[in-house]
């Protein structure tokens, strides 16, 4: 299962790395760039209709979906060989409600494997009847941005990688940051007292991303990323406050 919006140069390579034979689902935003047609290309089916929003495209996505399992793919992803190997091998026992998968993501060409990005393992493999998704904003509040899946029953790790490519460039990385801060700035207080506490929390992540999760371990990327997410709160209550007045 696929989202896409303005996905051409992405949609090929997270298609073709998905198993050989698998259904594959695309659900796409009204894109203009001939996303849709390429993705019917390769193999998918393709439902085009509005955006209404991550979280409600994400649940009616599901919706679709007539196999009992279902893998959840970001157009901007792909499956490495090892993962598709562990997904042929996998032979969940009735219990199993889903697995956790292995990311890493790619910043101007290079893996992070430390800091806030490391170690991340999102449920993207799951039983589809057992499957719910919530929104976590990183700034608190009710924005529905930030979703994860929650499954019934146990959840276990899946062997290999899925690597993610959203941020070829430094002004990919701000186009996105500003997007969903700005997004969040609608569901959470509105108020001075609220940029102060965001400020003192960033005072906190940022050392803690850059030596204890060994942030600078991945060189002037990972510092880069370390002190962009720790300050994304402090970015959401700026913005909550100016959009307010």
Do not use: Q
């Not at 992803?77 to 969940?92: G, I, K, Q, T, V």
């Not at 700005?182 to 400020?199: D, K, M, T």
């Amino acid at each position: 299962m696929v989202l896409t919006k303005d996905e051409a140069p992405n949609v090929r390579r997270a298609l073709g790395s998905v198993p050989r034979g698998a259904a594959m689902l695309v659900i796409d935003a009204e894109s203009t760039d001939g996303t849709a047609a390429l993705a019917r290309e390769i193999g998918a089916r393709v439902v085009v209709r509005p955006w209404p929003g991550f979280v409600a495209a994400r649940r009616s996505a599901l919706e679709l979906v007539g196999t009992e399992w279902t893998f959840m793919l970001d157009a901007d992803e792909a499956l490495e060989s090892d993962l598709r190997e562990a997904l042929a091998e996998a032979r969940p026992d009735g219990d199993v409600g889903g697995y956790s998968v292995r990311r890493t993501t790619f910043f101007c060409g290079r893996p992070i494997r430390y800091g806030p990005w490391g170690g991340d393992a999102p449920v993207r493999f799951f039983r589809t009847a057992r499957a719910t998704l919530v929104a976590e904003p990183v700034a608190g509040g009710d924005s529905d941005v930030h979703e994860r899946w929650v499954v019934e029953g146990r959840v276990l790790a899946l062997g290999g990688t899925l690597s993610h490519y959203s941020y070829p460039t430094v002004a990919a990385y701000r186009a996105k940051f500003d997007r969903y801060t700005s997004l969040e700035a609608g569901g959470v207080p509105r108020s001075l007292g609220a940029i102060v506490r965001a400020f003192g929390v960033a005072l906190l992540r940022a050392p803690w991303y850059l030596v204890v999760k060994g942030g600078w371990r991945d060189g002037w990327r990972g510092g880069f990323v370390s002190l962009a997410s720790a300050s994304y709160p402090v970015a959401v209550a700026w913005k909550a406050l100016r959009n307010a007045r």
